[in-house]
């Protein structure tokens, strides 16, 4: 299973954090910045893999953006490279052309759309598009909820 | 202004601060607000103040203030609001904290709302966050939502299973049956769920393993139909159908087929058809070779597809993408001690891989030529590690020095080989060298008894090049002071001989003596060398006379002893100066470390990476010590030196040179260690003996002999001991005893105890008695002869 998701700014800005496992804030802190520091010194066209205590790091940058997971010892590491791929995918046609101020602004949404792609650190749906209809039938049901509340009361 | 903006405002605002100090105040004024929000009656907004409150928490700011607001929104009946309070919970809350259990309740009613969108925000943040009497309270939800419900549920439902088994695996039990059924969905999603849980069962509990095993050619079935169907849009990845299913598929194969002869036939064509016909272009496909790959080397596979696979490796290894070399050689260390013929056929291209630009490539190309390392390729081989070693990365010298070493150390060809190539790492990386190293060095070249005037030749020149690496150094004086005579005959038949003088010689060990470089160990072997020439040389005895009267008085309290003993020698001593200081015999590798510890078959109760390090115990260097401590313990007059080693020489003789001899004949004996029996049942008994004590290591041997009528089979030994010590355990001689005493089984066990903790020691003792399996623990807390 992967045990973390972080996405972290070329700054070493920490732009989204998913844990798979119960871990304390000082620990957390430990560990995002140790994985900034060893992502970020990375020259580029490196190979994506790192070894990390007892994790296999995978770790990828798209555009300003570095994606770094940690997996188990039976996790493959190509196949999380295209985990990886895929959220970013999910996020671009969601957003339309995503970019690093999307995922800042809308944090909540990139959270929504993980959740809705990964679980438990193991993956939940594989097909392309079913993420992006569920993500679409969840905003209609708040938005029937925000016209709801927006109503008049009388 | 709607609420949504507001959060969109402030992180605005955030962004724009241009200090830290400026964003602190922001973010405290913005806390304090978002404080006062809490506090207030429902008003619509709360969602977004948890929300302003989560983008804080991101930042790294505290936020356990929005604990019982998480709590609060969760229970409300507004979708938005549940979904942000569910997020919260996720991001603040995890089992440690206590308002985790407050939302059990919640989610149980969620759990059976009547929007699966809601239900589904319960059982993404049970898998996420639930602790172990969550997933209690909850199990028979998630099952009854495994059996009956859309498949949008169901495979949310299956991970949360998952998670639960994880946290609480008697739960396992629960869920086997509706696994089972859950494989004959057609939804992709719920399969890959289904397919994780019963991966996750069977990890867990042999029994369910078996059971499942009987899934097989089900499961054979999906992942043809995956390789074979046509374009499907929606699972479509670089030209591989779904390869998330594909590769979780071939992962539960592996566990079932493991060590299962049937599974593994019923696989067999599958994984062949997988191999062949998976284009590898991309990485999906690479992926999904790779996974196949290493199925078929952990299950029964027949040659012809072991073969297959690590060819599919081989061809991974010249991939121009890093990745797929870098995977590539992680599983081609997997296979090298099981298929250890296939793996050299590619070892030119792993030794390519050494000059590779990036270093996790580099650190796994070293990993596999040390093991690819054998009698037949060990002198091209090492050139090649050699040329690796003067370019490579700090952070992996030490690891290939010691590397070098224990190739060379097994597999060296000649002696004259092993000393140069000892000599070209130390010239190249001395500083990354263990402290081993010298005395191994030393006792290397007092067997090389051929290759004296070789060795100090070479020695010379490289001292007299450079002397600040300090192993080099104290090697080179010690063979100096030991064969400096054959330096100044002149003459040498393996090299070209230097023309030196004494004055010379004398020179170059004065400079180290005198150069701040020098450490106070390499000025001790400078100083003792200086002495030792003193028998050696013929005109410039008094110069040597005055560098020891010199160093009486200096600051250093061993370099003043040793000058001070020295000065003895010579003035009160001096009829026996000519035996001290004669030449030494050759040093015995007696200790069991030496011998080659085959990893293959070592087995501890502590998991343990397979490397080929031998344990080098602390032997030669006690041995080292004493002898040129000779002085300080030969007559009664010297003050005994601090250093004697814990095996003191036994009493001197009158004669000096029998001093000499009992001296050496004492630190040799150790009277025969008793031995205890510790476990005698089933007509098995086994033995304790403990030998070899250095200051914190100790030998084990243990001794299994067998008094029944049949042949006891099977046996294994296992052994734990207090954290911090540490065991190897090295491969037993055999796993039968024959009936009737006729034999017996001996292992050995070696232990070190730097912090000298009280030592017990606890042995699990396995084997089959006449057909029937016995298992016992024995534990050990004291030893037959005094540990520590």
Partial sequence: MMRFLLLFSRQGKLRLQK???????????KVIREMT??????????CNFLLWRDLKIVYKRYASLYFCCGLEDQDNELLTLEVLQRYVELLDKYFGKVCELDIIFNFEKAYFILDEFLVGGEILETSKTAVGTAMEEAETLQETIEEHMSKPTY | MSPSVRLQEMIRVIRGARTQGEERGVIQRECAAIRAQFRQADNGTRSHNLAKLLYVHMLGYPAHFGQMECVRLIASPRYNEKRVGYLGAMMLLDEKQDASLLITNSIKNDLSHSSQYVQSLALCTLACMGSAEMCRDLAPEIDRLLRASNSYIKKKAALCAVHIVRKVPELGELFTPAARSLLSEKNHGVLHGAVVLITELCERNPDTLEQFRKAVPELVQMMKGLVMSGYSPEHNVAGISDPFLQVRILRLLRILGRNNDTASDAMNDLLAQVATNTDSSKTAGSAVLYETVLTVMDIKSESGLRVLAVNILGRFLLNNDRNIRYISMTSLQKI??????????????????LKDQDASVKR????????LVSAVNIRSLMKELLLFLSSCPPELRAHTTSGIFNAAERYAPSQRWHIDTILHVLTTAGGD?????????IQLITTATELHCYTVHKLYRAL???????????????????????????????????????DDVLDALETVLQSHMSSPATRGFALTATMKLSTRITHNVDRIRSIVSIYGSCIDVELQQRAVEYNALFKKYDHMRAAVLERMPVIDKSSPGHTNGESTTI????????????????????????LLDLLGGSGEPLQPSPSLSSTAPGPASSTAGGDLLDLLGGLDVTPAPPSVTVYEKNGVTLKLQTDRQTDTGMTVTLTATNSTDGDITGLTLQAAVPKSVQLQMKAPSGDVIPAHGLGQVTQTVLLNNPNKVSLKIRVRVCYTSQGSVCQDMVQIDSFPSPAW
């Avoid at chain 2, 060298?433 to 060095?441: A, F, G, I, Q, S």
């Avoid at chain 2, 998991?607 to 260097?621: G, N, R």
Wanted: net charge negative; hydrophobic share 35%; aromatic share 4%.
């Fill in chain 1, 19 to 29: 844990w798979f496992t119960p871990v304390t804030e000082r620990e957390k802190k």
């Fill in chain 1, 37 to 46: 520091l060893m992502v970020l010194a990375r020259p580029p066209r490196s």
């Fill in chain 2, 336 to 353: 090298v001690q099981t298929d250890h013929n296939a793996v050299q056929r590619h070892r030119g291209t792993i030794v390519d891989c």
């Fill in chain 2, 364 to 371: 796994r190309a070293l990993e596999l030529s040390l093991a």
């Fill in chain 2, 433 to 441: 060298v263990r402290d081993e190293t010298v005395p191994n060095l």
């Fill in chain 2, 464 to 502: 007299i090049t450079d002397i600040s690496v300090q192993s080099l150094v104290q090697v080179a004086c010690w063979c100096i002071g030991e064969y400096g005579d054959l330096l100044l005959r002149g003459e040498c038949e393996e090299t070209e001989p230097v023309q030196v003088t004494e």
């Fill in chain 2, 603 to 626: 087995k501890e109760l502590e998991p343990t990476k397979l490397t080929q390090e031998i344990v080098l115990s602390q032997e030669p260097s006690n041995q080292v010590c004493d």
